[in-house]
Nanobody, 123 residues
Framework: QVQLVESGGGLVQAGGSLRLSCAAS????????MGWFRQTPGKEREFVAAINWNGGGTYYADSVKGRFTISRDNAKNLVFLQMNSLKPEDTAVYYCAGRVGRLAGPGYEYAYWGQGTQVTVSS
């Protein structure tokens, strides 16, 4: 069992940066693939970024590639999403997600979800 708690969301102007954190509890975190997703009202949750269990592979949605960076610190049970050059269309609730398996990416099933953190980008 893995519990996930996101933090770091907030209000930022277009062009600014935010760093989201996801704190995980549970002994299996260091062997779990992790991801970030986002959702806006009336739309389906969409994949943003993912990272394999050892950080050896990372994956990004085309819309954030080159602007967002996912990373993890297995010693501290943390996953990060560094978001730069933010745009108003990045406004959403961002969710941290964890897998049972070691690999991660947009096509995988995620078993664990956080409660989400709001990111608002003003123009």
């Amino acid at each position: 069992q893995v519990q996930l708690v996101e933090s770091g969301g907030g209000l930022v102007q277009a062009g600014g940066s935010l760093r989201l954190s996801c704190a995980a509890s549970g002994r299996t975190f260091s062997s779990a693939g992790m991801g970030w997703f986002r959702q806006t009202p009336g739309k389906e949750r969409e994949f943003v970024a993912a990272i394999n269990w050892n950080g050896g592979g990372t994956y990004y949605a085309d819309s954030v590639k080159g602007r967002f960076t996912i990373s993890r610190d297995n010693a501290k049970n943390l996953v990060f999403l560094q978001m730069n050059s933010l745009k108003p269309e990045d406004t959403a609730v961002y969710y941290c997600a964890g897998r049972v398996g070691r690999l991660a990416g947009p096509g995988y099933e995620y078993a664990y979800w956080g409660q989400g953190t709001q990111v608002t980008v003003s123009s």
